[in-house]
Structure formats: structure tokens, C-alpha cells
């Protein structure tokens, strides 16, 4: 939250996260077929005061 409000320069009101799972993926080769998994990630949804806007651009 911190981080976001000095990065951005706004006022974050509310963070929601989730663990997304990892998708196991399947890849045929000569061999027979090869199964990995791809790795699972965190997400975050962050919420700013009513106005604000996070310019995602403006760092670029």
C-alpha cells in the first residue's frame, strides 16, 4: 500500500489479494508427452479515493 501511494502519488482506500494457482501444461514431444507446471503468482486490486487515477504509463 505504501509503496504504491509514493510511487503513484495517489491514496490507496483498499488492497485485495489472491494466490492464483499455477496451470498444468502438457507438451508433446517425440519421446511422449511432457507435463510442467507453470508457477503459481500473487495478485493485488488495489482501490483509490473516488477522482484518482493511477497513471501506469507515466513511469515509461
Known amino acids: 500500500k505504501n509503496a504504491v501511494e509514493e ?3 495517489v491514496n490507496v482506500t483498499d ?3 489472491s494466490i492464483v494457482p499455477g496451470k498444468v501444461k502438457v507438451r508433446g514431444t517425440r519421446s511422449g508427452y511432457q ?3 507453470k508457477p503459481a503468482y500473487k495478485k493485488a486490486v488495489i482501490s ?7 497513471d501506469i504509463y507515466g513511469n515509461v
Not at 483509490?48 to 493511477?54: H, K, N, R, Y
Open 15 to 17: 488492497v485485495n489479494t
Open 7 to 9: 510511487m503513484y502519488n
Open 48 to 54: 483509490v479515493e473516488e477522482g484518482e487515477v493511477i
Open 35 to 37: 507435463k510442467g507446471r
